[in-house]
C-alpha cells in the first residue's frame, strides 16, 4: 500500500481504490520497463536498507481508467 500513496496525485475521487498485486521480483523490474516505454506514468518503490537495500519492491500506478491498464497487469494475481 505504501506505492500506492506515493503514486497518488491527491485529490482523489470518492471510490477511488488501491489495488494490490502480486508477482516476484524479476516480474517486478520488467513490469517497470513496461510501464516506463508506454509512457505510463508510476513510482518505483526500493528498499533503502538491510539485506534488499536499493531492491525494487513496489510499483506505484496513479488512479487511471482500467481500459489503460488493463494489458499491462490482467496477468498479475490479486494479492489475497
Known amino acids: ?4 500513496g506515493e503514486s497518488s496525485p491527491g485529490n482523489l475521487q470518492p471510490g477511488t ?4 498485486l502480486s508477482t516476484t521480483a524479476p516480474e517486478l ?6 510501464l516506463a516505454a508506454q509512457g505510463v506514468p508510476h ?16 510499483i506505484g500506478v496513479q488512479p487511471e481508467r482500467r481500459s ?13
Open 1 to 4: 500500500m505504501h506505492a500506492a
Open 17 to 20: 481504490y488501491a489495488v494490490v
Open 29 to 34: 523490474v520488467l513490469l517497470a520497463c513496461k
Open 43 to 58: 513510482v518505483a518503490v526500493k528498499e533503502n536498507d538491510g539485506d534488499y537495500a536499493g531492491q525494487l519492491t513496489a
Open 68 to 80: 489503460k491498464l488493463r494489458r499491462l497487469f490482467s496477468s498479475l494475481p490479486l494479492l489475497r
